[in-house]
């Protein structure tokens, strides 16, 4: 089991991240070059080839969403690369990012040409700011290389202020439109409707990476990773009691455990040494427990089986002393807080799980919070109020991860 | 108040003077402000409202959404993750080490959800710097040398 590297760059890769040098250097400078010879339908189709799907956490398919913004009605166009990583245990972009911001923007790039889109948006969040100025410098790369600018595509980066639901997609579109981030009613869908009521492209910063090495190379190169379901690496997030936290690059169908155990990646548990549970995905992930962790492969068909996804590729792991009642309120917490209010399943729902986790009963109140959360689900208007109950009922459903002094 | 000639109006103006006069430009505009500023006061807002033409109530609904503009007049706040990677690997410490520097200053300590640094926890974000795998030694000297004039 080693650690691929195609998303991110080859270690002991000389060039600048920034550098012009690294655009040729990792095969953006091709990869731009071919897609811009390239009518746009073909350059959907090859997307759509790749079986690339978004890794924000959605998993719906790039090329089908490139279609739909390609052919829906406006003469105005946009596309936004979406950097506002802040999911719990979530830094994959980051880290993307800082090693190698050129290959996400010259995604942005292509998927500008190929939608019709003269202007770019890379919404980041404002702590980020060390980040951003990476991003900036990359951007100026690209300016005065020709492939930014008023003849190709204008880009800009926004900075967000500390807002988690920022991040989800027509939060997003308002922040930058200036309003309060608070998301839209959907339909209409921002491949339709985004940013301004015009047509929008919004991706996350891995799926636009994605893109660019695709370009670089080819679909048969692309595929040679990956399952045939779901082609291609995924970054994961490895943090917690483990040996070596961190950013890895695995192709999709790797064993759970072996992200966890592999010497060249997770570098077994830490703390005690002894597994007691993996977040996987994020505050709106799932809770697996040992053994599911032994049988998994990370691609969404053997996760689905035990009622979890790959989210945002955030793998947070706890040793067996780790009170999961204590995660689960602090979690209870922060979406009681990140709620934006507006509608009510998510801000009245988000409060009442925090005051059942604070007054103890998590693990009594079971049927109530089923209900609550099932009530979120199917009535709130975004993702927040609707994931934020996932992890709290796949604890319940693992009972054996109580934690018991 | 007097807008066109209070001297909050005057700096807000002078530091948004090549931004467009447009509602998409707010942020923007409130990120100027509150970094030059160190908070977003009441003046200040009403001074936005005035040069981008956007009514003062939604200045103020779009500035209080976000927690970065939390800033109080006099004091610099400094952040110490307390999510749960950081809290698992001693966030309490540097949050307890920060306070404790604070004292006497013009310092506000605040927690921060996820600041994405997992793999470095525990982490903190100080002068615009992001402290990894930090210890409460260096968070005292970090809050210690945040600039507040």
């Known amino acids: 089991m080693t650690e691929i590297r195609r998303l991110l760059p080859e270690t002991g890769i000389m060039s600048g991240p920034t550098s012009v040098e690294r655009l040729t250097e990792r095969g953006f400078e091709r990869a731009m070059a071919r897609a811009m010879l390239m009518t746009p339908s073909d350059i959907i189709a090859e997307v759509s080839q790749s079986g690339i799907k978004g890794r924000g956490g959605a998993a719906f398919p790039t090329g089908l969403k490139w279609s739909m913004v390609s052919q829906a009605p406006g003469a105005q166009k946009y596309v936004v690369m979406n950097a506002d990583e802040s999911e719990l245990g979530t830094f994959k972009d980051r880290v993307l990012l800082e090693q190698d911001p050129l290959g996400p923007l010259s995604g942005l790039v292509i998927a500008a040409h190929a939608v019709g889109a003269r202007k770019a948006f890379c919404y980041i969040r404002g702590e980020y700011r060390e980040v951003e100025q990476v991003l900036a410098a990359a951007i100026e790369t690209l300016r005065r290389v020709g492939l930014v600018g008023p003849d190709t595509v204008e880009v800009e980066i926004r900075r967000g202020a500390g807002a988690y639901i920022a991040g989800e997609e027509t939060a997003l579109f308002n922040s930058i439109e200036g309003m309060r981030p608070e998301p839209r009613v959907k339909p209409p869908f921002p491949t339709n409707k985004g940013l301004w009521g015009s047509p929008t492209l919004i991706q996350n910063v891995e799926t636009l990476a994605n893109v660019a090495v695709l370009f670089a190379h080819d679909v048969e190169w692309f595929k040679a990773y990956g399952t045939k379901d779901t082609p291609g690496t995924k970054l994961v997030a490895l943090s917690g009691h483990i040996h070596r936290p961190g950013v890895y690059e695995v192709p999709f169908g790797t064993p759970v455990a072996d992200i966890l155990n592999a010497p060249e990646l997770g570098g077994s548990v830490a703390g005690t040494g002894r597994l007691g549970a993996v977040l996987l995905g994020g505050a709106a992930g799932t809770f697996l427990n040992a053994a599911e962790v032994q049988n998994t492969l990370l691609d969404y068909p053997s996760l689905s089986k035990v009622g979890a996804s790959i989210g945002s590729g955030a793998m947070m792991v706890f040793d067996d ?43 009594s109140r079971t049927q109530d919070l089923r209900e609550l959360g099932q009530a979120m689900r199917d009535a709130s208007i975004c993702g927040l109020g609707q994931t934020a109950p996932l992890a709290l009922l796949s604890a319940l459903d693992r009972p054996e991860l109580r934690h018991h002094d | 108040m007097d807008t066109q000639n209070s001297a909050v109006y005057q700096v807000v103006s002078a530091l948004l003077e090549d931004l467009p006069r447009e509602r998409a430009q707010l942020l923007p505009a409130l990120w100027r402000v509150a970094e030059s500023e160190g908070y977003l006061s009441q003046d200040a807002m009403e001074a936005v409202s005035k040069i981008l033409g956007v009514p003062s109530a939604e200045v103020f609904g779009v500035a209080s959404f976000y ?46 959800a996820c600041l994405g640094q997992c793999d470095h926890a525990p982490a903190a974000w100080i002068g615009g710097k992001v402290l990894r795998r930090a210890s409460p030694e260096e968070v005292k000297t970090a809050v210690t040398e945040v600039r507040h004039d």
């Open chain 1, 321 to 363: 002393t780790v009170d999961l009642t204590w995660v689960l309120t602090k979690m209870a917490r922060f979406f009681a807080e990140e709620s934006c209010g507006q509608c009510v399943p998510c801000r009245i729902g988000t409060r009442r799980i925090l005051e059942i986790a604070e007054s103890g009963n998590l693990w």
């Open chain 2, 67 to 112: 927690s970065l503009f939390e800033g109080e007049e006099g004091r610099v706040p400094v952040y110490i993750c307390t999510d749960v990677m950081c809290a698992l690997q001693g966030a309490q410490n540097l949050k307890d080490a920060a306070e404790k520097s604070a004292v006497n200053r013009p310092i506000a300590v605040k927690e921060s």
